[in-house]
């Protein structure tokens, strides 16, 4: 059974730094492009960041380009996300995902693995 589990998620002020994991387990995805999305309550997830399956080929939503960085470690089968200079509309839930064909895409629809979210809180 493939889980994908995040951690580092919380409450921090606006400015502050965290970094975000996820662990997948129940199949390797070394081949696979991984990302975060992210969903507030009344929107829909929207994209944030994906690396492709080499960690060659990244994409960024254009309003954390340049504050968050996403990464891999294939020995670990672990995506990470780097956030810094959080601001207020930060705040979500993020959320892990990889892919099952995809080695290279930035697009929801192409994730078939998600992971249960974590709260992500800017105060101002």
């Known amino acids: 059974q493939v889980q994908l589990v995040e951690s580092g998620g919380g409450l921090v002020q606006a400015g502050d730094s965290l970094r975000l994991s996820c662990a997948a387990s129940g199949r390797t995805f070394s081949s696979s492009a991984m990302g975060w999305f992210r969903q507030t309550p009344g929107k829909e997830r929207e994209f944030v960041a994906t690396i492709s399956w080499s960690g060659v080929r990244i994409y960024y939503a254009d309003s954390v380009k340049g504050r968050f960085t996403i990464s891999r470690d294939n020995t670990k089968n672990t995506v990470y996300l780097q956030m810094n200079s959080l601001k207020p509309e930060d705040t979500a839930v993020y959320y892990c995902?990889?892919?099952?064909?995809?080695?290279?895409?930035?697009?929801?629809?192409?994730?078939?693995?998600w992971g249960q979210g974590t709260q992500v809180t800017v105060s101002s």
């Open positions: 995902a990889a892919s099952r064909s995809y080695s290279d895409t930035r697009y929801e629809g192409n994730f078939d693995y």
